[in-house]
């Protein structure tokens, strides 16, 4: 089992900025491709952006190309998400998930997630 918590969203301006961090425990963080997904109300979940458990690779949806950028620190168990330029449209609930070490697009491929954090953005 792999659980994970996600924490740093919060309301914040159009144009503005938030850091979201997935703190991860269970099994061998390393092992684990990691991903970000996230969800509006009313709208399925979808992707974000990706690590592969080496670390070697990333992957990002159009949306978000050149605007987020994802990280992870195998030594902490910790994925972050730096997201800048926000949008109100990218309002919704961001989760963190995991699957061993091959990223996916695809939100059926991973087997873990945690609870989300609600990412807020104003116009």
């Known amino acids: 089992q792999v659980q994970l918590v996600e924490s740093g969203g919060g309301l914040v301006q159009a144009g503005g900025s938030l850091r979201l961090s997935c703190a991860a425990s269970g099994r ?22 990706a ?4 670390g070697g690779t990333t992957y990002y949806s159009d949306s978000v190309k ?8 195998n030594a902490k168990n910790m ?7 926000l949008k109100p449209e990218e309002t919704a609930v961001y989760y963190c998930e995991a699957r061993l070490f091959i990223a ?3 939100r059926a491929d991973y087997d873990y997630w945690g609870q989300g954090t609600q990412v807020t953005v104003s116009s």
């Open 28 to 49: 061998t963080f390393s092992n684990y491709a990691m991903g970000w997904f996230r969800q509006a109300p009313g709208k399925e979940r979808e992707f974000v952006a």
């Open 51 to 54: 690590f592969t458990w080496s």
């Open 66 to 73: 050149g605007r987020f950028t994802i990280s992870r620190d």
């Open 79 to 85: 994925l972050y998400l730096q997201m800048n330029s």
């Open 104 to 106: 996916s697009r695809n």
